[in-house]
C-alpha cells in the first residue's frame, strides 16, 4: 500500500485526509483533525508516521505555532508534541529515520531562525537541539530528500 498524505486548513478549523492506493483500486479515508487549527504549516512523512507542524494559528498570520500532530498509519492512532519554537515559511523533509523542521519565522514578528529541529520515529522523540544548527538564520527555505 501507497500512502499519500494530505493537509487542509481554513479558518474553520484544519483537517488530515489519507489517500491510500490499494492495487487495483483507490480508496479515500477521513483520519480526523489537527489539535491546532493552523494555516500555512508542512506535512512531513517518516516510515509510517505523517508529522504535521508548525503554521499560523491566526489570520493575521502574527501567532506560529509550534505544534506538531503525528499520525500514526500502522496503530492508527495521533499524538501531539511541539518544536523548540512556533515556526512558518520554514521547510521540513524525512531521511530514513528522521523528520528534520529547519528554519523558518518564528514568533518574533519578521524574525528568521537557524534552529533545526529533528524528530525520530524509532524513539518518537526530538533530538537534542545541539543536533543540528543552519548555517545562518534563514526563512522561506526548501529542503528535499
Known amino acids: 500500500m501507497k500512502v499519500v498524505h494530505h493537509a487542509h486548513a481554513s479558518r474553520r478549523g484544519a483537517s488530515f485526509h489519507m489517500l491510500c492506493m490499494l492495487a487495483p483500486s483507490f480508496a479515500y ?3 480526523g483533525r489537527l489539535s491546532v487549527p493552523r494555516t500555512n504549516g ?3 512523512g517518516v516510515r509510517d508516521v ?3 507542524a508548525g503554521g499560523y494559528t491566526d489570520s493575521a498570520g502574527k501567532n506560529k505555532s509550534a505544534v506538531v ?3 500514526n498509519a500502522t ?3 495521533w499524538s501531539v508534541t511541539n518544536m523548540t519554537t512556533g515556526r512558518t515559511l520554514f521547510a521540513g523533509t ?3 529515520d528522521l523528520a528534520w523542521f529547519g528554519c523558518g519565522e518564528t514568533d518574533s514578528v519578521q524574525s528568521e531562525t537557524d534552529s533545526v529541529d529533528v524528530w525520530s520515529a524509532s524513539s ?3 533530538l537534542p537541539p545541539s543536533f543540528a544548527r543552519l548555517s545562518q538564520a534563514r526563512k522561506k527555505c526548501s529542503a528535499a530528500s
Open 94 to 96: 524525512g531521511i530514513d
Open 69 to 71: 500532530d503525528i499520525y
Open 29 to 31: 479515508q477521513h483520519h
Open 42 to 44: 508542512i506535512a512531513v
Open 50 to 52: 505523517a508529522l504535521f
Open 75 to 77: 496503530a492508527d492512532s
Open 124 to 126: 518518537g522523540q526530538w
